[in-house]
């Protein structure tokens, strides 16, 4: 498993992710009243945070792209 997340795109990966985990929880705003929206948001946010600490994205792999520099 090589690296393909960069720096920028690795911290950009982690405030989002804690961002989707927390939201839900704090119930800010309103919108994840919805069970659904809520572990949806969730799961998204646990994914972007494992390819954040792994630094490794597997869509990134199928693309062929990379952001870490070389």
């Given at each position: 498993?090589?690296?393909?997340?960069?720096?920028?795109?690795?911290?950009?990966?982690a405030?989002?992710?804690?961002?989707?985990?927390?939201?839900?929880?704090?119930?800010?705003?309103?919108m994840?009243?919805?069970a659904?929206?809520?572990?949806?948001?969730?799961?998204v946010?646990l994914?972007?945070?494992?390819?954040?600490?792994?630094?490794?994205?597997?869509?990134?792999?199928?693309?062929?792209?990379?952001?870490?520099?070389?």
């Open positions: 498993m090589s690296v393909n997340v960069g720096d920028i795109d690795r911290i950009l990966r405030l989002l992710g804690l961002i989707l985990i927390l939201a839900p929880l704090l119930n800010m705003p309103a994840w009243s919805s659904v929206l809520a572990y949806g948001s969730m799961a946010g994914v972007l945070l494992a390819t954040a600490v792994l630094r490794f994205c597997p869509l990134y792999r199928i693309l062929g792209l990379s952001t870490c520099k070389k």
